[in-house]
Each structure stands twice: as C-alpha cells, then as structure tokens.
C-alpha cells in the first residue's frame, strides 16, 4: 500500500495530512508534522485491524492475517 503525506505550513503550525486514511495532525516544525503523522497513521491502521478483528471480518493464525 501507498500512502501520500502531504505538509503544507499553516498559519502557526504546520498541517500533515494522509488523504489516503483521512488523517490529519500538525507540529510546530515541518519535521514535527512529519513525526506526528507517521504516528498518527500507525494509530490510526492499528485501530482498523483491531476493529475488523473485533467484529469478525479477519482472524489472525500463526501471526497471519486471514479473512473471515
């Protein structure tokens, strides 16, 4: 999978956002912005794969994913 980080300076911060995953977080560096992204998506992935496992889209054996 692909994912774009786009960081664009806003008027006090700068705004990163991932189009992709609709996430969107700030900093008050570009690198900031950067940094708060990157664990903005891995949140953000991490609470997808614990909702469809929750709710019995995937089941996971042997440390592999498996569709339900």
Known sequence: ??????I??????????CPE?????????????????KEAVELHLEAMVNYMIEHGKVRIERGKIIEA
């Open 21 to 37: 995953l609709g996430v969107t977080t700030q900093g008050k560096t570009e690198e900031d912005a950067k940094r708060n992204l």
């Open 8 to 17: 664009k300076k806003g008027e006090k911060y700068y705004v990163a956002r």
């Open 1 to 6: 999978m692909k994912l774009t980080a786009q």
